[in-house]
């Protein structure tokens, strides 16, 4: 009675479990079956071939679906800088308003700015490590 979309994903690396799958499939509600269409706005989407770094929620029990965590703030595409040759990534939010926390009012998220994946890569290592710890 829902409309979703089933992502299979080939995983190259996985920073947060050491026993790493060798692709992931997941539901995320969304998508278009005949005439009949269903959008979430600001959801993250997939295209065929894309290299991303990509966050999960664990599956709802309900309907076994999952989001990006962060709809489209969890999903970063990779792409390999021109001169340097170093793998970048970046988020498509353009279209993406959030709330502010304080004022509750509809804000732009921060620019689509590119940073090195070895940086992200450390930062959620680092987080992950600190999380443990606690």
């Known amino acids: 009675r ?80 021109k001169t340097s040759k170093a793998k970048v990534v970046s988020r498509f939010m353009e279209k993406l308003e959030l709330l502010d926390s304080q004022t509750r009012k509809a804000t732009t998220p921060h620019e689509n700015t590119k940073k090195l994946l070895s940086g992200l890569k450390l930062e959620v290592v680092r987080a992950l490590t600190s999380k443990k710890k606690e």
């Open 2 to 81: 829902q409309i979703y979309t089933e992502y299979k994903i080939r995983v190259s690396e996985s920073w947060k479990n050491s026993e790493s799958e060798q692709t992931v499939t997941f539901k995320q509600l969304g998508g278009q079956v005949g005439d009949r269409g269903y959008f979430i706005a600001g959801a993250a989407s997939y295209d065929v071939g894309e290299e991303v770094v990509v966050f999960l929620d664990s599956p709802n029990p309900v309907n076994d679906c999952c989001f990006t965590i962060g709809l489209a703030q969890g999903k970063y595409h990779v792409e390999v800088n």
